[in-house]
């Protein structure tokens, strides 16, 4: 199968599947989107929707955000990971957004680059699923599937991402990474990968990938 055809495979495997795509984290606009996915670095999108509910009650927007500390921000979300980090991050960027913009949300990734612990990920993301600008944010899920699929070399998830923007239809990319990571997590998983029931991998997976699989799933029924 050429590539153009393994990626057709993938893009219509994933419409299948996920006709309607649901948005990981749970918010209600550009800022409580960008401090949910802020929050959810090395940490699962299940418990950052756990606590996000718990920070919002008391600030959903900057002006309300600012009127906390650093530390009672912190003593919020400790239970996702990395407080300290994060919560001086958001602490500073409400106070970036009220200074600079108003207290809105820049529609822009260089604005959103420059905001305190907004990576181009986050940027990406909240560019996505905020504002609808065309953009392919990589985390864990689409680095080790684009690599299973023999579509990128899994260097780094920089290259991930090159390889992804070139390969699919600029127009596809924001449905397709939240396809991509909801297929990553229900079909093709780092840990307790069942390969018969990842239809994708089995069909277009590389082939060194498929061996490995094979090879240590033998050694476990021996």
Do not use: C
């Amino acid at each position: 199968m050429k590539k153009s055809e393994r990626v057709d495979f993938v893009i219509n495997t994933l419409n299948e599947l996920y006709p309607h795509i649901p948005i990981p984290l749970d918010h209600k606009d550009p800022y409580t989107l960008l401090i949910a996915v802020l929050m959810s670095a090395q940490s699962t999108d299940v418990k950052v929707n756990q606590i996000t509910p718990l920070l919002f009650a008391k600030a959903d927007n900057p002006y309300d955000m600012v009127k906390l500390s650093v530390e009672e921000i912190r003593a919020i979300i400790k239970p996702v990971g990395l407080s300290p980090m994060k919560a001086k991050g958001i602490y500073g960027l409400s106070n970036i957004l009220i200074e600079k913009y108003n207290g809105l949300v820049p529609k822009s990734f260089e604005a959103l680059e420059e905001l305190p612990a907004v990576g181009h990920k986050t940027a990406s993301v909240v560019m996505a699923q905020a504002f609808g600008v065309p953009a392919f944010p990589v985390d864990t899920h689409i680095h080790r599937l684009m690599y299973r699929w023999n579509l990128t070399n899994g260097k780094n998830v920089q290259q991930t991402e090159k390889d992804a923007k070139r390969l699919f239809p600029k127009e596809k990319w924001n449905d397709l990474h939240l396809q991509i990571i909801w297929y990553g997590r229900e079909y093709s998983p780092a840990r307790a990968w069942n390969l018969d029931k990842d239809i994708i991998t089995k069909s277009i997976g590389r082939k060194q990938v498929i061996h490995e699989y094979y090879k240590k799933n033998k050694k476990k029924t021996n």
